[in-house]
């Protein structure tokens, strides 16, 4: 599933395409997405878009008194074509710009969302989500006391977006790898000053993600269709039984919340 780095590098690939444009109609072919899509939105026109914004991984287009938000769910991807191009498999949404250009939204799993959000980010999906990791909000701090008295190991603690958005089970385990912290260690038993170096860890490996485009997986490519680098500098997912890059100790694997997670005994604490 693509990540909070895959969504935001697809939120700067098609934002100077559609930030300032005016949305003049929509064509749903397939209303029938992971929820279905609202008839409403089939009867926008000739609305101006203010902003492309990211709310954890749901992508906002600000059209002023509501929004638009996608989620890209498993497969999904949008790419920004013109209004000649022929149609592919399981293109099931087009957004129709004033440039006569289209936002193409296409999802062979149709786990993905186009929602109507009248209400904006009190929307029940988006009213309970913890601090971006890139915002000042989010802190070592926050983590601290957030996690006292939690039980749930510390990977599935930061994977809860009630505890920050966007820290899927890639960049949990490589985030945690780069502060030193075992991924089975109880939440409320790590100290303040190893959140510290958590909340630090979880910032630069995303950085340093969304610079690189993203993580190549098997359904994810970028807006203009090229994939993510990030995936060549993965320091533990998917490398159980290898050896570790800053140890050379092999490294081991177990599960957390039916995830799997690669991990480095001799380095994580």
Not at 198 to 215: F, H, N
Not at 237 to 257: I, K, T
Request: aromatic share 6%.
């Amino acid at each position: 599933m693509p990540e909070l780095p895959e969504v935001e590098t697809t939120r700067r690939g098609i934002e100077p395409y559609v930030a300032g444009r005016v949305l003049t109609a929509v064509t749903v072919r397939e209303p029938r997405l992971r929820w279905p899509v609202d008839a409403r939105v089939g009867e926008l026109r000739d609305r101006p878009i203010r902003a492309l914004r990211r709310r954890a991984k749901y992508l906002l287009i600000d059209l002023g008194d509501l929004e638009l938000g996608i989620h890209l769910g498993m497969s999904g991807t949008l790419r920004v074509v013109g209004a000649d191009t022929p149609l592919r498999k399981h293109d099931h949404v087009d957004l129709h710009l004033d440039s006569g250009r289209l936002l193409r939204f296409n999802d062979p799993r149709r786990f993905g969302a186009l929602l109507y959000l009248a209400e904006g980010l009190t929307h029940p999906l988006l009213a309970n989500l913890g601090p971006e990791p890139l915002d000042e909000a989010f802190s070592g701090d926050w983590l601290y006391r957030r996690s006292r008295g939690r039980r749930v190991s510390v990977k599935s603690f930061i994977m809860d977006n009630a505890t920050v958005v966007g820290v899927g089970n890639i960049y949990a385990q490589e985030s945690l790898f780069l502060a030193g912290i075992h991924p089975s260690r109880p939440a409320g038993r790590i100290s303040r000053a190893r959140y510290e170096r958590l909340a630090l860890s979880i910032r630069a490996v995303l950085a340093k993600a969304i610079e690189a485009g993203g993580t190549t997986l098997r359904d994810f490519t970028r807006a203009d269709g090229q994939p993510g680098y990030f995936a060549q500098q993965l320091l533990v997912y998917g490398r159980a039984g290898q050896p570790c890059r800053q140890c050379g100790a092999p490294l081991r694997s177990a599960r957390h919340g039916q995830r799997s997670t690669v991990f480095c005994a001799a380095c994580q604490r």
